[in-house]
């Protein structure tokens, strides 16, 4: 994961979701925060608030349900940890979040 300044008011924060993903290997949903990145997360959109920042936030696999087999791609406890981040306490600072894992 990293984070970049890419405008006076706008920093672009890359996220590895491979791990949420329900077929990654190995299988590891016991793991709270897989390399720490919810807590990185976290510190990145306080830092973003306090300096009047808007984010956007990028990753791979999208924390939503697959197009073709019609299942959820993230573990549960990923994707609720995840959304009360950017849907609840940080959602006035995100602009915009994309992911590229979807081909339909």
């Known amino acids: 994961y990293?984070?970049?300044n890419v405008s006076?008011?706008?920093?672009?924060?890359?996220i590895n979701t491979l791990v949420y993903c329900t077929f990654h290997e190995p299988e590891q949903s016991d793991v709270e925060d897989p390399f720490d990145q919810?807590?990185?997360l976290e510190i990145?959109?306080?830092?973003a608030r306090s300096a009047s920042r808007r984010v956007y936030i990028?990753?791979?696999?999208p924390p939503t349900?697959?197009?073709y087999k019609k299942e959820q791609y993230w573990l549960e406890?990923?994707?609720?940890?995840?959304n009360r981040l950017v849907s609840g306490k940080y959602?006035?600072?995100?602009?915009?979040?994309?992911y590229g894992h979807q081909h339909s």
């Open 65 to 67: 349900i697959g197009s």
């Open 58 to 61: 990028v990753g791979h696999i």
């Open 77 to 82: 406890g990923y994707r609720l940890r995840f």
């Open 44 to 47: 990145q959109l306080s830092m």
């Open 2 to 4: 990293l984070s970049r």
């Open 38 to 40: 919810f807590s990185w």
């Open 8 to 14: 006076d008011t706008l920093t672009v924060l890359s």
């Open 91 to 98: 959602a006035d600072v995100i602009a915009a979040q994309m």
